[in-house]
Each structure stands twice: as C-alpha cells, then as structure tokens.
C-alpha cells in the first residue's frame, strides 16, 4: 500500500500542473521544446538548498548539479560530465558553486568521527581545512569557524573549477564563461556573494594554466 505521503506527492504534481497552464498554457510545450540555461548550478545536497527557489529561477533556467557540501572532486565523473555538458552543448555563461552555512557535511570535515563510505569523501572537504588550518584554528568561536569554513570550502571549489581541462578549454576557445562563490543563510533566505569570481585560467597560479 502506497503511503499518505506517497500519494501526496502525485497530488501535488497534478496541482503544480494546473497552475502552470492556468497561467501559461504553453508552458510545457516551451519546455518541450529544450533547454538553454544561462547558468551551472553546483550547491549541496542539503533538502533545504533549492537552487531554483533561492534565486526565483523558472524550469529551464538553471542546470543542476548536486552532491554533499557542493564539492568539485576532479575524480567525480558525474560532476565533470554534468560541467562537459552545462559548458561545451549548453553554453552556459555562468557556474554557480553555492554552500551553506550549517552544512552537514563541512561540520562532518571537522571533527574525527568516523561515518562510514562518506569519510572518503569528507577527506576531500578536510584539505579545504588543512590548506587554511592556520586562519581557522586563529578563530576562537565554533560558530564563526565553521561558517568562515563553509566560506573558505566554496572558494577553493572555485578554484578547482577553473582547474578542470573543461573550463580552461572554454577560457582558451575565448568561451564567455565565469565562475563564482556564494555561500546560502538558512535561516536567513539571503545569499552571500563571496567575491570570488574567475573568468580567465590568467587568474589562477602559472602552475595550473593548462597548454593546449
């Protein structure tokens, strides 16, 4: 037997449907017709991070990419095939990478408890740590560190975008293509816009410009 939360779920997609053709009644058929979103979202995984929402995004105007403290692992096939696809057949003009403050994942990366599978991939998170540890250990408050943590996490996944060969070759083909930090308020609803924001591999450390 299906649960009441279950059917719900059907419910309220029927409902959604008859509010979109209320007031557009070629919404589906536009959407039907392909994407072409301006923008890469990459954000947490967190249910209470909706990228769509957060900036009043329509389907259609937004790719999505999502996993546990909105990280950019240069081993993930999924993310690198999602950023070859947003980048190279979408043409996106913008990659988002959004964190936010409590995230799970970033509290996980600092302490030593052990989860399971996931400590493999909090490791990656603890080297966002590690190449910061002497800003954060100088941070008395728990608090403040590990929202400053969050901050700094978004930052070098970032700059590990623009490391990728997709992004470089982007940048190299003189692809409009720039990259930015912004950190989520949960409780709050607002953004904070790191002012991290890479358009050009002329940015980054020599040792990582790639030649073609």
Known sequence: MK?????????NNK????????LDPEFFNKLADGQQ??????GCADSRVPANEIIGAQPGEVFVHRNIANMVVHSDMNMLSVL???????????VIVCGHYGCGGVKAA?????????????????????????ELDSIGDEKKRFD???????KEQVFDLAKTSIVQNAW?????????GWVYGVGSGIVKDLEVNISSNQQLDEVYQLDF
């Not at 979103?37 to 990459?42: G, Q, S, T």
């Not at 070859?84 to 913008?94: Q, R």
């Not at 400053?148 to 978004?154: I, T």
């Open 3 to 11: 649960s009441t939360f279950y059917q719900s779920l059907l419910e």
């Open 15 to 22: 409902n959604w449907v008859e509010n979109k053709l209320k």
């Open 37 to 42: 979103p301006p923008l890469l979202w990459i």
């Open 84 to 94: 070859d696809y947003a980048v190279n057949a979408l043409k996106v003009k913008h």
């Open 110 to 134: 600092m302490g030593n408890n052990s989860i399971g599978l996931i400590d493999n991939w909090i490791r990656h998170i603890k080297d966002s740590y590690r190449f910061h540890k002497e």
């Open 148 to 154: 400053r943590f969050v901050e700094l996490n978004v």
């Open 172 to 180: 190299r083909n003189n692809q409009e293509l720039s990259l930015h």
